[in-house]
């Protein structure tokens, strides 16, 4: 029993380590590839088309703001065509996805999708929460992600290439932030469903789970705005019940989780990118950062007693 327990871990531990080698070997002719990401004014996705740039890929990034397209046409080569693109808006995306195509040669796909795009939504607990609120988070983070890879699938198909969804690690284990939460799983259920349709086809679906990272979505300031709007929007009885100073004290409560579990290395996120890019065998989920991989992952599989005691410290 013990020596069949013991081969049964060298081989998963053997096969992981074949599958990691694998996962090494790239695709060549970056520069005949081109690349569509999504949620370039800031943060990963600015960072992803900056690194493909300097690799070769022509590079579709879009943008939400007509500032971050006109930063990206300013620091990147030619290579690198910059649009405004609200992945909530069905028009835009269909408007975009012309454009795309006018620039491909008739025989020419997308190599990748990157849907990186998202918001982090409304803040507060779930009783505070509206339906608008759940709407405006899923419109980008899920339903944008559903749209984005529909519109431009024919052209994957036609390249033989990939989609790549992000996620969060809070697509895999909830614990703060219901709308931003249910969102990140739904772009789980989607990508798996998807994968399992594409599989033995020649497209293939990845996801990036990134932990918590130091970007402008966990900057403080914009926390306790967020904070302040959803307050002073709340019913007055419910406002009645209040702290005066909840939003000093919600912002406090936020920083130091940040603190306690967010990382500076941002680059791992966008190495996790590139990898499932450049990658002839990409892994199907990639999980990013030493909490995702050592705190979060571990606590979504205990039992849910546990899970509850140690969140509830953690925030």
Same mark, same amino acid.
């Given at each position: 029993?013990?020596?069949?327990?013991?081969?049964?871990?060298? +081989?998963?531990?053997?096969?992981? &380590?074949?599958?990691?080698?694998?996962?090494?070997?790239?695709?060549?002719?970056?520069?005949?590839?081109?690349?569509?990401?999504?949620?370039?004014?800031?943060?990963?996705?600015? &960072?992803? +088309?900056?690194? &493909?740039?300097?690799?070769?890929?022509?590079?579709?990034?879009?943008?939400?703001?007509?500032?971050?397209? /006109?930063?990206?046409?300013?620091?990147? %080569? @030619?290579?690198? *065509?910059? $649009?405004? &693109?609200?992945?909530?808006?069905?028009?835009?995306?269909?408007?975009?996805?012309?454009?795309?195509?006018?620039?491909?040669?008739?025989?020419?796909?997308?190599?990748?999708?990157?849907?990186?795009?998202? !918001?982090?939504?409304?803040?507060?607990?779930?009783?505070?929460? +509206?339906?608008?609120?759940?709407?405006?988070?899923?419109?980008?983070?899920?339903?944008?992600?559903?749209?984005?890879?529909?519109?431009?699938?024919?052209?994957?198909?036609?390249?033989?290439?990939? !989609? #790549?969804? *992000?996620?969060?690690?809070?697509?895999?284990?909830?614990?703060?932030?219901?709308?931003?939460?249910?969102?990140?799983?739904?772009?789980?259920?989607? %990508?798996?469903?998807?994968?399992? @349709?594409?599989?033995?086809? @020649?497209?293939?679906?990845?996801? !990036?789970?990134?932990?918590?990272?130091?970007?402008?979505?966990?900057?403080?300031?914009?926390?306790?705005?967020?904070? @302040?709007?959803?307050?002073?929007?709340?019913?007055?009885? !419910?406002?009645? *019940?209040?702290?005066?100073?909840?939003?000093?004290?919600?912002?406090?409560?936020? /920083?130091?989780?940040?603190?306690?579990?967010?990382?500076?290395?941002?680059?791992?996120?966008?190495?996790?990118?590139?990898?499932?890019?450049?990658?002839?065998?990409?892994?199907?989920?990639? %999980?990013?950062?030493?909490?995702?991989?050592?705190?979060?992952?571990?606590? %979504? #599989?205990?039992?849910?007693?546990?899970?509850?005691? $140690?969140?509830?410290?953690?925030?």
């Amino acid at each position: 029993m013990l020596w069949s327990l013991v081969s049964i871990v060298l +081989t998963l531990l053997a096969l992981k &380590l074949f599958m990691s080698v694998l996962n090494k070997i790239k695709i060549s002719n970056y520069k005949g590839r081109y690349v569509l990401v999504t949620g370039c004014d800031s943060g990963f996705g600015y &960072l992803l +088309t900056k690194r &493909l740039d300097l690799l070769g890929f022509n590079v579709f990034a879009g943008c939400l703001t007509k500032a971050g397209v /006109e930063n990206l046409r300013s620091e990147c %080569s @030619e290579k690198v *065509t910059a $649009v405004q &693109l609200d992945v909530s808006n069905d028009d835009n995306i269909n408007a975009v996805a012309g454009l795309v195509k006018k620039k491909l040669k008739p025989d020419q796909g997308l190599w990748a999708v990157v849907n990186n795009a998202g !918001i982090i939504g409304s803040i507060g607990p779930t009783s505070w929460q +509206t339906r608008e609120d759940y709407e405006k988070t899923m419109s980008v983070n899920l339903y944008g992600v559903i749209m984005v890879t529909k519109t431009f699938m024919p052209l994957v198909q036609k390249g033989k290439g990939r !989609i #790549i969804n *992000t996620s969060s690690i809070m697509g895999r284990i909830a614990f703060s932030n219901a709308s931003y939460c249910i969102s990140k799983y739904g772009v789980e259920a989607f %990508s798996d469903v998807l994968r399992r @349709e594409m599989y033995g086809s @020649e497209v293939s679906v990845h996801i !990036i789970e990134p932990g918590f990272y130091r970007t402008a979505i966990l900057d403080r300031e914009l926390f306790e705005r967020k904070v @302040e709007t959803k307050i002073t929007n709340l019913p007055k009885d !419910i406002k009645e *019940t209040l702290p005066v100073n909840l939003v000093t004290l919600m912002g406090d409560g936020f /920083e130091r989780l940040v603190k306690k579990v967010a990382s500076s290395n941002v680059h791992e996120v966008v190495d996790a990118y590139i990898n499932a890019i450049t990658s002839r065998f990409p892994r199907k989920r990639y %999980s990013v950062g030493f909490d995702a991989n050592y705190i979060f992952l571990p606590l %979504s #599989i205990l039992p849910e007693f546990i899970s509850d005691w $140690v969140l509830k410290k953690m925030i």
